[in-house]
């Protein structure tokens, strides 16, 4: 769907919103296309008709999506992990995939599975 100006109105009425509105949240409202949203507000904040409020976290935890509000204004800082961050997290997680393919074989709590065998 093209973007006309009852539309144009709407989206710039959400961006007045004091929380800010992100890409997904426009989509959602007003039923335009992702790329066609994202291509406006692409163009509000290279004029500096908008400002990013906010950083949303994306599946991974990562400050991913942005937050837009009506207005000039700074930037938000995206939150980057640290090296020692970034480092803990792939311990922790070799360490749970470890854990599960450890414990995939044996049933529950390591204990090998009773399924299919007579009682004693």
């Known amino acids: 769907m093209k973007i006309n100006s ?6 710039i009425k959400m ?5 800010g509105q992100s890409v997904h949240d426009i989509v959602d409202e007003l039923g335009l296309h992702y790329v066609t949203v994202q291509r406006y507000l692409r163009d509000l904040h290279q004029e500096e008709a908008v400002h ?7 599946a991974r935890g990562r400050d991913a999506i942005k937050v837009y509000a ?3 204004g700074r930037d938000a800082r995206r939150k980057k992990l640290t090296t020692a961050e970034r480092q803990a997290r792939s311990r922790h997680k070799r360490a749970m995939l470890e854990l599960t393919h450890r414990t995939a074989g044996n049933g529950l709590f390591g204990m090998p599975d009773q399924v299919g065998t007579p009682p004693t």
């Open 6 to 11: 009852l539309l144009y109105a709407r989206m």
């Open 15 to 19: 961006l007045m919103d004091e929380s």
């Open 52 to 58: 990013i409020k906010a950083w949303q976290k994306d």
């Open 70 to 72: 009506l207005g000039p």
